[in-house]
Every structure is written in C-alpha cells, then in structure tokens.
C-alpha cells in the first residue's frame, strides 16, 4: 500500500486519516511532557496562592488570546498545558477529595483520545456507522444491569453529559407520558439534587414538593395528600452524605399512589458491580428511570452519564426528524436513526471509553474499585471516631465522610477548608448537615493509602483555631 501522501507544508496537519496517528504523536509527547511538568510545579493537590495568583499565572501564559499571527505549535501547546496543569486541582492526589470529581483510568483516557481524534458525531449513522453500533449494545447492557429482570426485556438507556441532563430527561419523558392527566408533580427529598428542582423549573412544571423520603410514613401523607399525577424522584447516593433512599419501601408508595418513581443514582448505581455491596441498591429495578454516572465511581473522564428506562418505549417523546439527518427513507431503507437518542444534535461517542473500561476490567474489576474506595471511607470514619478533637457525622454509606473539628463554630469549620484550599494542601469540600457545617471528603482514588488518610487528619487538626 503507498503511502498517504503528504499535507501541504503551510497547511496544519490532521488528527484522523492513515496520516493522524503520526502527526499526533509527537505532540503527545510535548503534552504528556507538559502535564509532568505542571503537576510538579504544583506539587500538591491544589495550586497555591488562591484564585488572584493562579489568574495571574494564566493571564502570562496566555499573553495575547487572539494574537494576529500564531507561534510554534509545539510550543503554544507545552506552555497552556503546563499553565493549566499546574493550575488545577488533581483528583489523583489523595489529598483532593472535595467532590464526586474522580481520578479518571489511564485507560479510559487513552480510550478518549482516540474518541477525540475520529470524532464521530452521534446525530445521524454516516457520521459514526461503528461508534453507534457500541453505543447501542453497551447501553442496552447497562440497562439490563438495572433492570434485570425478565418483565424488562425493553430495557434500554441513553448517553448523557452526567446527572444533570439525565434528571432532566427523566423528568421530561414523565411529563410527556402524563400530559393528558394534568401537570406533573414532582416529590423529592431536601437533599435531592439541585438538578431535580432546576428540570421542574426549565420543564415549566410545578414546584416540587419536598417530603422525608427515609421516613415512610410521612411519605405516605404527603402523596396522598398531593394531587396527581405524581413522580417521586428518589436518590442512590446523595451528594452530601452518600445516603441511599429505601427504595424497596418508596417503590410500594410509588405503586399504591400511581406515582411514576425516578431514581438519581449517579454516585451509588456502580454499586451494581460490587458483589458485596449491591443490595444496598434492592429496589433499583422497580424505578421507571434510573440515573447512572461513570465519571463518578466509574472512573471516566468527563462526561459518562446514561439514563437507563425500564420500558424503551418511555423514549417515544425524543422522536425527531431532521431531513438531513434521518430522512424517513433513510431509516425505512435500515439507518439507524439516532436523533431520538438524545435531546442534543452533535454529540462525542462517549461510550468508548465506558466499553474499553468495562471490557478490559470486567463486572469483578470495576467492582473492586469500588469497594476498595467504600472501606478507604470506612477507614477514616474510623480515623475521625477515634480521634479525641474531631467529630464525625455518621458512618459512611458510601465513599462520603463528614467530620469536623470538635467544639469549633460553623465560622471556624468553614474556614480550616478555605485555608488548605489556599494553601494548595488538601482539597475538602462542605456540607450542611443537622443545622450545622461539616467538612466533606468524598474518597474516589483508589490507590489513595492509609499514610494518606493520616495525614488529611493531620492536616484538618493543624489548620484548626486552638
């Protein structure tokens, strides 16, 4: 076979073709270069200095944004990868543990990268003939993972950006299946995420109602006393605590009050790889809609979210037509018609990744990694009991610890985490629990070791007003 032939020398080369590979691999180099350089500048988990000094950083790398004529590509590229490398804040170090902001696989990143260089667009089959093909087996896979009984033969789900869009599809699809019955209204906890709320609002729906959804009883009275139609919006994993809803118990309530039940289980729904975790989600399958993340204890790079329906037929309000993207002869003469997955047009083939990380570890891989990062939790709780000038909230129920320093004000409490986030030290997030602030760390590097958690301790206790 000849060779591809070669570019024009005044023309910027491209990332696909027989040539792609070749022109990208040296500048992987400098970027892989790049970001080794700025993690080491860094040198921790977070830059130093606060937001006036990593502005200033950027604002002399960047010079000029829009400058009238280029530089040297390799070395425009080594300067802003380093800038934003040094920059950001490293969910790999142990000491970042803020946010459902996971360390994402080596492999899943490669795996992106190649994503990124055929990039296939997800809006119609003849831009992306394999990449939809994936999508569509590894999505029904998922779903049959959550719903897997044999009433659900239908079971099906869709790519999202992550939780939010999700919810808000959810919440969509419930709407259309009972417009004719009047507006939806939608029961949550005060703790649902905020997305849930926000959806109702974009959705021009009611606003939702807030009930104690761990508490049955009171869950009862409140839908009996809300007029339908009705959608309980219950959560797997809240962003706070972790804490998992009883869905077995709020499944019965959905069903005795014809309630359409919608679970957001973006931080928790994983554990449905995990053999010894995985009843903790009893009663998942009983939902209509079910929220999953992969950039959360799935370990992907942003964005590697699904909504996964129990009846694919739910999906019958994202139909859609587009002459130029699915013509009524195209998909009668056997094109995939895609537009109906999603309510965006252009969209990345973000299951790669997701397939390449679930091929390559397997169901028992990828649930290990979650256990092992629910004991890390379990592991610091027991750090945060035993220590005689912290307090700890609650045993974890996921991979969520709140604590804080004994006797000290919610003033004091909130400004040890402003400290070590200026000082560039630990990353911790907050969260208002029982009236009170807490500091958060929510523990998803699993290569994260008990030195590690001693000296987050350690940290916590010496930022600490005596």
């Given amino acids: 076979m000849p060779a591809p032939p070669l570019p024009p020398p005044h023309l910027p080369p491209l990332a696909g073709g027989a040539g792609g590979p070749d022109a990208l691999r040296p ?5 892989l270069d790049a970001l080794r350089a700025g993690a080491a500048a860094r040198g921790g988990p977070l830059p130093a200095g606060g937001p006036e000094a990593v502005a200033r950083r950027m604002a002399d790398a960047l010079g000029d944004p829009l400058p009238e004529h280029g530089e040297d590509p390799e070395a425009a590229l080594r300067r802003l990868v380093e800038a934003v490398a040094h920059g950001s804040a490293d969910p790999a170090d ?3 543990a803020a946010h459902l902001h996971t360390p994402p696989l080596a492999l899943a990143v490669a795996a992106d990268l190649a994503a990124a260089a055929l990039n296939p667009s997800m809006d119609s089959w003849d831009q992306a003939p394999a990449a939809s093909e994936l999508e569509a087996a590894l999505t029904r896979a998922l779903a049959a993972e959550v ?14 950006t992550g939780g939010t869009e999700s919810n808000q599809l959810a919440l969509l699809l419930a709407r259309e299946q ?5 507006p939806l209204r939608v029961v949550c906890g005060e703790d649902t ?4 709320r926000r959806a109702a609002w974009l959705l021009g729906l009611p606003a939702p109602v807030t009930a104690p959804l761990h508490d049955l009883a009171a869950l009862d009275r409140v839908l009996a006393a809300t007029p339908g139609p009705l959608l309980v919006a219950a959560t797997a994993g809240t962003t706070d605590t972790g804490r998992i809803d009883p869905l077995p118990g709020i499944a019965d309530l959905a069903a005795r009050h014809r309630a359409a039940l919608h679970v957001d289980a973006a931080y928790g729904g994983p554990l449905l790889f995990s053999d010894t975790r995985r009843h903790l989600l009893a009663g998942l ?5 079910v929220t999953l993340d992969l950039h959360k204890l799935g370990w992907q790079p942003v964005a590697a979210g699904l909504l996964a329906v129990a009846d694919s037929r739910r999906l019958a309000p994202l139909a859609h037509t587009a002459d130029y993207l699915n013509a009524e002869d195209d998909t009668d003469a056997g094109l995939p018609d895609l537009l109906g997955r999603s309510l965006r047009t252009t969209r990345r083939p973000d299951i790669l990744k997701t397939a390449v990380t679930l091929r390559a570890l397997g169901r028992g891989g990828l649930g290990a990694l979650v256990d092992r990062v629910c004991d890390l939790a379990q592991d610091l709780a027991d750090l945060v009991d035993k220590h005689p000038r912290l307090e700890l909230h609650a045993r974890p129920a996921l991979s969520t610890v709140l604590f804080r320093p004994a006797g000290a004000t919610d003033e004091q409490t909130a400004a040890v985490r ?10 911790l997030g907050r969260a208002r629990a029982d009236g009170r602030v807490w500091l958060k760390a929510t523990l998803l590097n699993p290569h994260t070791t008990p030195d590690r958690l001693d000296a987050l301790i350690a940290l916590v206790e010496g930022s600490t007003p005596r």
């Avoid at 500048?27 to 970027?31: H, I």
């Avoid at 009972?178 to 009047?182: I, K």
């Fill in 147 to 160: 719903f897997p009984g044999p009433g659900t033969p239908g079971a099906d789900a869709l790519v999202t």
């Fill in 418 to 427: 402003r400290t070590l986030l200026t000082e560039g030290r630990a990353v």
């Fill in 193 to 196: 995420h905020h997305s849930v």
């Fill in 94 to 96: 142990p000491l970042c």
């Fill in 285 to 289: 399958d009983r939902a209509d809609t």
């Fill in 178 to 182: 009972h417009a004719p019955h009047g």
């Fill in 27 to 31: 500048l992987l180099d400098v970027t």
